[in-house]
């Protein structure tokens, strides 16, 4: 047994342990620190520590109150150390301060700890080791939580559901559990996460809400929740003003799909390889507001979006070493867990479509995806054969499929290719079938003669125009702005 690890009870015993060698920074004088709490309370693989395993995770008050004790005895030694050995404290913090950051590891979840405290919040969410979230009524807030590298994030989030007796690594990377105090905790580790671990805290709260919190806040007309104006950073970039008429879309087109971003309707591009559906939902992709959550989810990470709170998942092949795989029908129904404001599918291939046709039609909106289809009428058939991979057990008819994308998808964008990349349509689905096909309402359409994108001046269904409006936008001004321009086809 080491000799700095022979700590007694007694708070007058002499330190007898030798001075380590200077960390390079607080940081590894907080590690040294906390490792030693954690041999004297729970022993090493070459002793046993204060408290027995149980002891220690029934947290009583008497087993917390001496872990405090001995912690501020540790940290006190671990600063006499550094003072004989550099002449400066090992940390700058008051003791008591550094002793309840080493509880909070130890007992919970560190420097989260506050925020699964704060009784306003409601979700919190980690992007990798340096950008953490919390949600609260009005939105998604950045805090100034970060951690000293992803493995020591992990590894914190490990200890907080050892009781279970499941493990996020690389092998096993994707980890459901409910923490002790209820809260529900989803983690995606190295190899499907980038950046890595990403984490959601979904807070439960036991008997948070009365029904006098029904009716006195909460509401949209509650100030609190209206504290961040959602119009407040979403007026339209004028891309008519940069428009030279060379462009794969007009100025006045763009417009209109940065408000449908911005209004989460959900988004469908199709098109043949090598006709720009990659670029342009890495496009899109950046009209969306920065205090929303985005989860991207393909097989090769091809889109970028530097954007804060955004979460990329990559799916995993079948290894020789025997780990399963893990495909995009898997994470998508992973991303849903995962608290997304936007979910993003670089292209659906398989029976990944379904969920996303069901999470698109049961309120999950802001989606962006691709699908390999040379035309409207052709995608149709093409999504009918890709959720027979599905695992369905019955034949899917055309009048289904057709529903289905009728309720689930709001815009479809069709690119082309001859002598060069151009948009063919830009349409708007109704949510009504025709038959076999869905409704859909053409807004912008390539004219030959003018070799660009028009707009048709069709009046945008009004369940769709509702939505726009309620950020702020209006469709009929983007017609009429069209028309002033002479884009009208």
Known sequence: MADWE?????????????????PAAQEGYYDQALARLRT????????????????????????????????????????????????????????????????????????????????????????????CWIRRRAGWERTAVTFRSPGALRALLNNAIHHTGRTANPRTPIVDAALKSGNRLSVVDEGIADPWPAAVIRIHRPNAISPRDLVSRGGRRDPQVRSQPRQACLSL?????????????????????????VAKLNILLIGPTGTGKTS????????????RRVIIIEDTPEIHLPRP??????????????????????????????????IILGEARGGEVFHLLKAHWTGHAGGLTSIHADSVEDVFERIRMMLQEAEFQTEISEQVVALWVAKAINLIITLKQTDGRYCDEIAAFTGAVEGTVPVRQTLFRDDPVQERLVCTGQHLDNRLNVKLQAYGFDYGEIVAQARARGERG
């Open 6 to 22: 022979l700590i007694d009870d007694d708070p007058n015993a002499p330190t007898t342990a030798a001075a380590p060698a200077a």
């Open 40 to 131: 004297a309370v729970l022993g090493d693989a070459g002793g046993t520590g204060h408290f027995t395993a149980a002891e220690f995770e029934a947290q009583a008050p008497q087993t917390v109150e001496w872990c405090r004790q001995q912690g501020l005895r540790i940290v006190r030694q671990v600063n006499d150390q550094s003072l004989a050995a550099r002449h400066a404290r090992a940390f700058e913090r008051p003791d008591e301060q550094v002793v309840a950051e080493m509880l909070d590891d130890m007992f919970g979840l560190g420097p989260l700890e506050p925020l699964l405290k704060d009784p306003e919040v409601e979700d919190v969410a980690l992007c990798g080791a340096s950008d």
């Open 237 to 261: 970039t004028d891309f008519a003003a940069l428009d030279n008429g060379q462009g794969l879309l007009s100025g006045t087109a763009l417009m209109f799909l940065q408000a449908a971003v």
């Open 280 to 291: 342009l939902i890495s496009v899109l992709g950046r009209f969306i507001p920065e205090d």
């Open 309 to 342: 709170n955004t979460q990329r998942f990559v799916t995993r092949p079948q290894t020789l070493e025997g780990l399963p795989e893990i495909d995009q029908a898997y994470l998508v129904r992973l991303a849903l867990r995962q608290r997304p404001d936007h």
